[in-house]
């Protein structure tokens, strides 16, 4: 009888993928060892410049990039975190900067060009808001997952190591910031920095509803669906039918329209999202992360 195959996990230490790490649930065949321990782009980096693990979780825009350059990797459909974007755009208060277009022309600062979150941020204020991605100065922190040549007329000016986009978006070196994260000066209530769309829930219930995205969510306590369409409606609530339960799933308790029901509760309730990926490769060559060809 063969033995199993030994195969390292890595990704974020998210609800949806505990019962693999705790021993709960068990591939078959397979000897899986899950590593959790490593932030984002440190996995990223890892995983595509050094192939330290056997399968991870990866950045979309980043995978692109690395099929883009023809390196040898190959996703399969499985989104472990999911997120909204358009609150994590900020701004220095004292820039005078009250909607999207007042970006055109300033310093930008970013985690990393490349990013996933990043692309989607810079796709939507394209796209919706008509703020060209060659049409401001971007300032990326980190290096790149995969290097790549910025097309011509985006201009890329990497921080130095002793830099962060934060700091210097709250010192006013930077006008702006697009972060994956919610920055310390958010969660502090600095007043040297804002969001640049205040009512930013509102601005993604209009942009999913403009996009055609179904959302639904399930609670695996009660056993009620719900789901929001429109900017300002309640969740409508309906019966659970065929619809499989589903548990310990994490991902539902970060999401807007999920944080305003009272059922939905971290480690109680559950996602189920039909959204599908809008041209992430697109996007990618759009906002200048790919070449076109």
């Not at 790490?21 to 984002?40: A, C, Y």
């Not at 769309?197 to 056993?223: L, N, P, V």
Request: a positive charge; one cysteine or more; glycine letters at 8%.
């Amino acid at each position: 009888m063969p033995g199993k195959i030994a195969l390292s996990l890595a990704c974020g230490d998210y609800e949806i993928v505990r019962p693999l790490k705790e021993g709960l649930v068990e591939p078959e065949g397979i000897e899986l060892t899950i590593l959790t321990g490593q932030d984002s782009n440190t996995r990223h980096w890892r995983f595509l410049r050094n192939r330290e693990y056997d399968v991870a979780e990866l950045s979309c825009s980043s995978y692109a990039v690395a099929r883009d350059q023809g390196l040898p990797f190959t996703a399969i459909p499985v989104f472990l975190h999911r997120r909204f974007r358009h609150g994590f755009i900020y701004i220095n208060a004292g820039k005078g900067i009250r909607s999207p277009r007042d970006l055109l022309g300033r310093k930008i600062g970013l985690k990393q060009f490349q990013s996933t979150a990043i692309v989607w941020m810079r796709g939507i204020l394209e796209h919706e808001y008509g703020v060209p991605h060659n049409a401001v100065e971007w300032y990326p922190e980190l290096d790149e997952s995969v290097e790549f040549e910025p097309p011509p007329g985006v201009t890329i000016n990497r921080l130095p190591h002793d830099k962060s986009v934060v700091s210097m978006l709250v010192s006013g070196e930077l006008d702006a910031a697009l972060h994956p994260e919610l920055i310390r000066p958010i969660r502090e209530h600095d007043p040297r920095v804002g969001r640049l769309f205040a009512d930013y829930r509102s601005e993604e219930e209009s942009f999913y509803r403009k996009t055609g995205i179904f959302r639904s969510c399930i609670c695996s306590a009660s056993g009620r669906s719900w789901s929001r369409r429109i900017p300002g409606s309640r969740p409508r609530s309906t019966a659970l039918s065929t619809r499989p339960r589903i548990s310990r799933c994490g991902a539902c308790a970060t999401r807007p329209w999920c944080r305003s029901s009272s059922m939905a509760k971290p480690g109680r309730s559950s996602s189920r999202c039909s959204a599908p990926i809008l041209g992430n490769t697109a996007w990618a060559r759009a906002t200048g992360t790919i070449s076109t060809r």
